[in-house]
């Protein structure tokens, strides 16, 4: 065995007892059922109300909820970034929302208008 | 185990300027753990922008955009059509292969090599039943229905037979062809239709150059970000077994952690994290 000591090794930070891990394992076992729950719960509103245009607005919604809610759990649990320092959580998720919400914004936006004038709905705007 | 008693944590307090003095890590992470999430921010960011690709597509042809319901109904063995069930399956098999990774990592974090070992091989069976049901996937998707339907003498726009949701059958002679300014689709039959056929060519299934369900661009899109998902979980699978092998050799029980587990998890909890959201987009929206 040859630990190097010009390292820190910061993952012997990270072990516990058997005692802890079976709380910790519960956390894991209670995350997968939530999140098989709600994928269900998904695909039963698609079977349902996909074919309903009244229910497109609310279905839209409601799905990219759950799905943040999904990936919420995934990497604040599973990737146990809610274990890390504060820092460290602003370092990953700061430059990714601020980018990726801009990026959402100007293709959703831009999305919309070319199809408008793909449509010959040019015409509305006077052009 | 000489260099755990050895084990206290560098600081710099004396200097009083905290974390970010030097000589420790301001996030108290080794950097392999680091990289490793710096990498799958720029993964995400890749991720992010096909998937805002395809959201400018599928807004910019919002009235005649496919719907995933009507694309992927097929599951094993059975007949008949069931909407989106089989992508369900595939979902919860690379949730439940995550739990497994996780709790691959929980039993280092224990030195429990023989549950680390265990919970590896599971998450392997899983990311190996994924990509088989995506390729099983795709070859339905490629394949098409009996059908199928015709191309028009443009090359892209398609004339499909009309779905009933109610019966869960196409109705006889009744044809979907997209508006000329794209505002939806007007149903097509009789001689009109027969007209249309004439110069029309059957086509079953999708490609990149058409598709039978209707934009060619559903299909592109499809193909690949479906295919760059799915070579990143056959990486997922790939990593993991050359980790396991490490675990088996004992590599990592003698360096007296396991974080080279903690670091393959990381990327396939990804994995699992980025299908969430391909899951959403293409199939429920």
Same mark, same amino acid.
């Given at each position: 065995?040859?630990?190097?000591?010009?390292?820190?090794?910061?993952?012997?930070?990270?072990?516990?007892?058997?005692?802890?891990?079976?709380?910790?394992?519960?956390?894991?076992?209670?995350?997968?059922?939530?999140?098989?729950?709600?994928?269900?719960?998904?695909?039963?509103?698609?079977?349902?109300?996909?074919?309903?245009?009244?229910?497109?607005?609310? *279905?839209?919604?409601?799905?990219?909820?759950?799905?943040?809610?999904?990936?919420?759990?995934?990497?604040?649990?599973?990737?146990? *970034?809610?274990?890390?320092?504060?820092?460290?959580?602003?370092?990953?998720?700061?430059?990714?929302?601020?980018?990726?919400?801009?990026?959402?914004?100007?293709?959703?936006?831009?999305?919309?208008?070319?199809?408008?004038?793909?449509?010959?709905?040019?015409?509305?705007?006077?052009? | 185990?000489?260099?755990?008693?050895?084990?206290?944590?560098?600081?710099?307090?004396?200097?009083?300027?905290?974390?970010?003095?030097?000589?420790?890590?301001?996030?108290?992470?080794?950097?392999?753990?680091?990289?490793?999430?710096?990498?799958?921010?720029?993964?995400?960011?890749?991720?992010?922008? *096909?998937?805002?690709?395809?959201?400018?597509?599928?807004?910019?042809?919002?009235?005649?955009?496919?719907?995933?319901?009507?694309?992927?109904?097929?599951?094993?063995?059975?007949?008949?059509?069931?909407?989106?069930?089989?992508?369900?399956?595939?979902?919860?098999?690379?949730?439940?292969?995550?739990?497994?990774?996780?709790?691959?990592?929980?039993?280092?974090?224990?030195?429990?090599?023989?549950?680390?070992?265990?919970?590896?091989?599971?998450?392997?069976?899983?990311?190996?039943?994924?990509?088989?049901?995506?390729?099983?996937?795709?070859?339905?998707?490629?394949?098409?229905?009996?059908?199928?339907?015709?191309?028009?003498?443009?090359?892209?726009?398609?004339?499909?037979?009309?779905?009933?949701?109610?019966?869960?059958?196409?109705?006889?002679?009744?044809?979907?062809?997209?508006?000329?300014?794209?505002?939806?689709?007007?149903?097509?039959?009789?001689?009109?239709?027969?007209?249309?056929?004439?110069?029309?060519?059957?086509?079953?299934?999708?490609?990149?150059?058409?598709?039978?369900?209707?934009?060619?661009?559903?299909?592109?899109?499809?193909?690949?970000?479906?295919?760059?998902?799915?070579?990143?979980?056959?990486?997922?699978?790939?990593?993991?077994?050359?980790?396991?092998?490490?675990?088996?050799?004992?590599?990592?029980?003698?360096?007296?952690?396991?974080?080279?587990?903690?670091?393959?998890?990381?990327?396939?909890?990804?994995?699992?994290?980025?299908?969430?959201?391909?899951?959403?987009?293409?199939?429920?929206?």
């Amino acid at each position: 065995m040859s630990a190097r000591d010009d390292v820190y090794e910061y993952s012997l930070d990270l072990h516990h007892s058997d005692e802890e891990g079976v709380k910790i394992r519960k956390k894991f076992y209670f995350v997968l059922a939530l999140l098989s729950l709600v994928t269900i719960v998904e695909v039963a509103m698609g079977m349902a109300w996909s074919r309903d245009p009244g229910m497109a607005e609310i *279905l839209k919604v409601t799905f990219i909820a759950l799905t943040l809610v999904k990936a919420g759990y995934i990497v604040m649990v599973f990737m146990h *970034l809610g274990d890390e320092k504060k820092n460290m959580k602003l370092t990953i998720l700061l430059p990714y929302f601020v980018l990726i919400g801009y990026l959402i914004f100007i293709c959703l936006v831009e999305g919309v208008y070319s199809g408008m004038m793909a449509s010959g709905l040019q015409n509305y705007f006077g052009l | 185990m000489a260099h755990v008693t050895q084990h206290v944590a560098p600081t710099h307090s004396d200097h009083g300027a905290g974390d970010w003095a030097g000589g420790t890590s301001p996030f108290k992470m080794s950097y392999g753990k680091m990289m490793m999430w710096f990498f799958l921010v720029s993964d995400a960011f890749t991720f992010s922008g *096909l998937l805002t690709a395809y959201g400018f597509m599928r807004h910019k042809w919002d009235a005649i955009w496919p719907t995933a319901g009507d694309v992927f109904t097929h599951f094993p063995f059975y007949h008949g059509h069931i909407e989106l069930a089989y992508v369900a399956f595939m979902t919860f098999v690379l949730i439940a292969s995550s739990v497994t990774m996780v709790l691959a990592v929980e039993a280092g974090h224990r030195m429990d090599k023989q549950a680390v070992v265990k919970w590896m091989i599971l998450t392997i069976i899983g990311g190996a039943i994924f990509v088989g049901s995506q390729a099983w996937e795709w070859y339905h998707f490629i394949h098409g229905t009996e059908q199928g339907a015709y191309l028009l003498e443009d090359g892209q726009t398609v004339m499909r037979h009309k779905f009933d949701p109610s019966t869960h059958h196409m109705v006889e002679g009744v044809y979907l062809v997209p508006e000329a300014d794209a505002s939806g689709f007007r149903e097509v039959s009789g001689a009109e239709a027969d007209a249309m056929k004439a110069s029309a060519t059957h086509i079953h299934g999708a490609n990149l150059r058409h598709n039978e369900y209707g934009l060619p661009l559903f299909a592109n899109f499809f193909f690949f970000i479906t295919g760059f998902h799915g070579f990143h979980v056959f990486s997922g699978v790939v990593i993991n077994f050359l980790i396991l092998l490490g675990v088996i050799s004992g590599t990592y029980h003698k360096r007296g952690h396991y974080e080279m587990v903690e670091k393959s998890g990381l990327y396939w909890h990804f994995v699992d994290l980025v299908w969430v959201f391909v899951f959403t987009f293409f199939y429920l929206l």
